[in-house]
């Protein structure tokens, strides 16, 4: 998988893809993430890929031209499957579209920055606008760094246990069961009778009936 990242701030994002899990995937080439900034397709000597919005109001807007040369250029290199603006009003990142996006070859990261993009780039080029939350962040960098992470891990071969992402919370809708380890009692607290019992299949029934219980209390809306 190739991630491309169009940022005004592309330093932000760097440091998470050094370490852990986005790093291991990097090193065994089962993903890369390129970062294009975007002041290298700027309009005139000044750098500048910003102006005032028509009609007046606050803040600045991030031109259409710069945005449109840069992803132009990309896509003349090679087929995108997607080009995802990192955006509040977009639909809200959940497990399913992280499952959709990780059987993708190759994506584009476009992140906003100040008051939002030109609307004539959403026109021209975006696919998919992709929301992290019902809040506002200062760019799109940090919330391109969260969805990399929710696609990368799931790669083939990026985990060392590949089963380990199938049973995460959302894969089924439901919440994760209480997960336990040693030592067996700990302040008086005991890890569940079913869970050393060794009978695999009261096990799985346990585990189910726990995450529909911390489902039902926590996130109903899920069910």
């Not at 071969?157 to 069961?177: I, K």
């Not at 009692?185 to 009936?209: A, C, M, Q, T």
Request: proline fraction near 5%; hydrophobic fraction near 40%; aromatic fraction near 6%.
């Amino acid at each position: 998988m190739r991630i491309d990242i169009i940022s005004v701030l592309p330093e932000l994002m760097e440091s998470p893809f050094k370490t852990s899990i986005l790093k291991r995937a990097m090193d065994k080439g089962l993903a890369e993430v390129h970062f294009h900034h975007l002041r290298d397709w700027a309009v005139n000597k000044h750098r500048q890929i910003d102006d005032e919005p028509y009609g007046g109001g606050a803040g600045m807007v991030m031109m259409v031209e710069p945005l449109d040369k840069c992803i132009s250029e990309l896509k003349s290199q090679r087929e995108y499957d997607e080009v995802i603006y990192l955006t509040p009003d977009g639909v809200t990142l959940n497990q399913k579209i992280a499952n959709s996006l990780s059987i993708k070859d190759n994506l584009i990261f476009l992140c906003g920055h100040y008051k939002g993009i030109d609307q004539r780039v959403r026109d021209l080029h975006i696919t998919k606008e992709i929301s992290i939350g019902d809040y506002v962040l200062t760019g799109g960098e940090l919330a391109a760094c969260v969805l990399a992470d929710s696609i990368i891990r799931l790669l083939p071969g990026v985990l060392n246990d590949e089963q380990s992402a199938l049973t995460d919370s959302f894969q089924d809708d439901l919440l994760s069961p209480p997960i336990y380890t040693r030592p067996e009692v700990y302040k008086g607290l005991e890890v569940p009778k079913v869970l050393l019992s060794g009978n695999f299949g009261k096990i799985e029934e346990w585990r189910h009936d726990e995450a529909v219980r911390i489902t039902k209390e926590k996130r109903p809306d899920l069910l």
